[in-house]
């Protein structure tokens, strides 16, 4: 029999498992709360107006009180982006790397919210005790410097959490995977593994981030007389280093576009973790004065963000930089799923300024900073946990991930694939499942604010099937029409046949609020009501829509 207080971990996940995106999750242990990451996902066109999805933190924010800490992997937006929604409700201290810190500071500062904050910079293999959790930071390389996988010491072993990460053996810093400490906790026995999952169905291994720079410089010494502009993430400190390193070989004086690229260019160069040293950086405004083979712009937008440096200059949209046929613009980026459209759409229209671009489809100017197949076997293979849970994916990559671990001797019962809101209890002998919270997406449409699924719905409905406006006056003593039946639609058809529509919508409404009136209804509510439901019907039978129905039938 199992011992009544067995001590147990609960693990919360709020995010991130059935999509790459608003990664997070909330361990308890002993009553006490610990969040791992607070990420932000982006939307996908179908959500109209929709700028950013983050996960639902209703759950947390009744339990704030219990909250110990809130521990951050790493700097990417999918981790840290939803931070100054959640510390809204939430405030507990934050821990994570200097450079992760200073990103999320960063963030923070913009959105006035880092006065009340409590900011911890952990060095890497540090251990802190962050109230009732032993929190271990283990270096792994990614696509952004810094990074952490997290060791939690609990009274039930270890539970171990990838981060996001790959097994590169060349990175940019020379700051390695900590593989010798990973077996360790392997040999100590570690309980529960959580794994990255973004590159499950991909065999072999990620490619270094060093191969990006030598491609790179292959393609700019390709083109000694031309103009170079290069997007990629502002984070990805390691890739900017690159492009910096060929820029001072090749004597190309330097640009900086974009507001995060120059914040976090700066960032690094404080954190010691750039060096821009014998770097001529310029101005846009004096691009012009030199020959195009002597610049090299870096700029933000590789993933087609509307707003960024990238896409203005793709719309001819900047004042002193205009692209054309003496540019060639490199993509070294690869889309997030849910950015391939936007993405085409600025290659597309840096093609009709002209522009040469170059991107991940055409050559490799990118590397994943995810494990692949390979990399997640290595994994495995020195952590051997004894339950197994895959995480940050979309179903799919989570299913691979769990097949992986299968064949790398894995008990199928002791993997438990789960998705947002699944709750798990874990001891140090068995894992149940312990119901559900709520996890669905909350989103924020820019200055409108949060929204949940209602209005997103009405948008849907507006781009798909338009809209209809029904008015109409009655007189409530003679129960006439005063002021006649009137149909304005919205987004429908051209010319005569949203006349036909509007002509049968009449008489439809017409005759229903006739014969109500008739019966007496005298209700402007019922009558409202009435009349949208006669509309309905028309369309719905003889246009197949369903269209947003608006009345103002106004009775007096
Ligand atoms: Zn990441
Ligand atoms: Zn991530």
Same mark, same amino acid.
């Given at each position: ?437 709520? $996890? ?6 820019? @200055?409108?604010? /949060?929204? *949940? !699924?209602?209005?997103?719905?009405? +948008? &849907?409905? =507006? ?48 005759? $229903? ?6 019966? @007496?209804?005298? /209700?402007? *509510? !019922?009558?409202?009501?009435?009349? +949208? &439901?006669? =509309? ?21």
């Amino acid at each position: 029999m199992a011992n009544v207080a067995e001590p147990t971990v609960k693990v919360h996940f709020l995010g991130g498992l059935g999509e790459i995106g608003r990664n997070c999750m909330v361990l308890e242990q002993e009553g006490r709360l610990l969040v791992i990451d607070a990420g932000l996902m982006f939307p996908e066109p179908s959500m109209y107006g929709i700028d950013l999805i983050l996960p639902d933190f209703a759950w947390l924010k009744e339990r704030a009180d219990r909250v110990d800490g809130i521990v951050l992997t790493h700097g990417h937006e999918d981790h840290t982006g939803a931070l100054r929604y959640l510390l809204r409700d939430v405030s507990a201290p934050l821990y994570g790397a200097p450079l992760t810190i200073g990103f999320a500071r960063h963030r923070l500062t913009e959105a006035k919210m880092d006065k009340n904050c409590t900011f911890v910079e952990v060095r890497d293999n540090e251990r802190v005790r962050i109230g009732a959790f032993d929190v271990e930071f283990i270096p792994v390389t990614h696509s952004v410097p810094s990074a952490h996988a997290i060791a939690i010491h609990t009274p039930i072993g270890i539970v171990f959490h990838s981060g996001d990460f790959k097994l590169d053996l060349m990175p940019i810093d020379g700051r390695r995977t900590d593989v010798a400490r990973l077996a360790a906790l392997g040999d100590a026995g570690v309980t529960l593994m959580m794994a990255d999952s973004t590159n499950a169905e991909e065999p072999g291994f990620t490619a270094s981030e060093s191969t990006v720079g030598v491609t790179l410089r292959r393609l700019f010494l390709e083109r000694p007389n031309r103009r170079l502009v290069v997007a990629c993430f502002a984070s990805h400190l390691h890739r900017i280093q690159q492009i910096l390193d060929i820029a001072r070989d090749q004597e190309r004086k330097v640009v900086l576009l974009g507001r995060s690229m120059e914040a976090n260019t700066k960032l690094g160069r404080r954190l010691k973790l750039l060096n821009t040293e014998g770097i001529a950086f310029i101005d846009t405004t004096n691009l012009d004065r030199y020959p195009p083979g002597e610049v090299l712009v870096i700029c933000t937008g590789s993933q087609g963000e509307p707003m960024s440096a990238l896409s203005k200059l793709a719309r001819a949209d900047d004042r002193f930089f205009r692209v054309g046929p003496d540019d060639t613009v490199i993509l070294s980026s690869h889309p997030i799923p849910g950015n391939e459209w936007s993405v085409g759409r600025v290659i597309d229209d840096l093609h009709r300024l002209g522009a040469e671009v170059i991107h991940s489809g055409r050559e490799a100017v990118h590397a994943s900073g995810h494990a692949r197949q390979g990399e997640l076997r290595t994994l495995h293979q020195l952590i051997r946990p004894k339950f197994f849970v895959p995480i940050h994916g979309e179903y799919r990559h989570m299913v691979h991930h769990a097949d992986l671990a299968t064949s790398m001797g894995q008990d199928p019962k002791r993997i438990w694939i789960c998705e947002d809101g699944d709750v798990l209890e874990v001891s140090s002998r068995n894992v149940r499942r312990a119901g559900t919270i709520p $996890a669905g997406y909350h989103y924020i449409d820019g @200055d409108g604010g /949060d929204l *949940d !699924d209602t209005p997103l719905a009405d +948008r &849907r409905m =507006l781009a798909e099937h338009g809209a209809l406006l029904v008015s109409a006056g009655i007189e409530k003593k003679s129960g006439q029409i005063k002021s006649p039946v009137t149909v304005v639609p919205r987004g429908w058809f051209e010319g005569d046949r949203d006349r036909d529509l509007v002509a049968a919508a009449v008489k439809e409404v017409t005759q $229903a609020l006739e014969e109500a009136l008739k019966s @007496d209804v005298r /209700d402007a *509510d !019922d009558l409202n009501r009435i009349a +949208r &439901r006669a =509309l309905g019907r028309l369309v719905g039978q003889r246009f197949r829509r369903q269209p947003v129905l608006m009345s103002s039938i106004v009775v007096f």
